[in-house]
């Protein structure tokens, strides 16, 4: 939903399946959202979220050396995020991070966003538009909490899997964050 868009509930029966074929606990965060709730709200949001995880692993019946962030689409920008400030703080070692077609460069100057940009379900005119609601200062565009393509040193960051669509604008995004 861009940061804008959606609730947990429609991605509550995916997840509720995720949880079951796998055998493991799936907590999703209802994060303020933008333009009313621009970054770093939705940020601290998941922030604070996993670490009230982290301190409650044993009550919830999680082993707290398994815990990992996702995400798609935004939702991966906002568990990249956690990704990195859970390493610089080391208030949590995260295991693992699993990314779904993340947007992690709010400039989108690659090919994919030029190439995928029309015709298919998300634009690159509205993904810039999420950019935009999202990240209301423009000194928030070069913060790695908010646009982690920004980072300088990826060392020490949880491993992460990334899905991406081959006919997505944020296709190159994905890869570049491989990189």
């Known amino acids: 939903g861009g940061w804008v868009l959606n609730t947990p509930d429609i991605y509550e029966q995916v997840l509720r399946s995720l949880a079951i074929k796998g055998q493991f606990v ?35 019946g999680i082993d707290s050396n398994q815990i990992g962030v996702g995400g798609d689409s935004a939702g991966a920008n906002l568990a990249s995020c956690v990704a990195l400030k859970a390493r610089d703080t080391g208030d949590v070692k ?15 100057n690659y090919e994919s966003a030029k190439t995928n940009g029309t015709g298919l379900n998300l634009s690159t005119k509205s993904m810039k538009w999420f950019w935009s609601q999202y990240l209301q200062k423009k000194s928030d565009a070069k913060n790695p909490y908010a646009a982690p393509f920004n980072a300088k040193d990826f060392r020490g960051v949880a491993p992460a899997i990334i899905f991406t669509a081959e006919y997505d604008p944020l296709l190159d995004d994905g890869y570049n964050y491989a990189q």
């Open 26 to 60: 799936v907590i999703t965060v209802n994060y303020q959202k933008a333009p009313e709730h621009p970054f770093p709200i939705p940020f601290d949001d998941c922030y604070a979220t996993l670490l009230w995880i982290h301190e409650r692993a044993d009550q919830l």
């Open 94 to 108: 995260l295991a693992f991070q699993a990314l779904i077609y993340p947007c992690n460069d709010p400039e989108m």
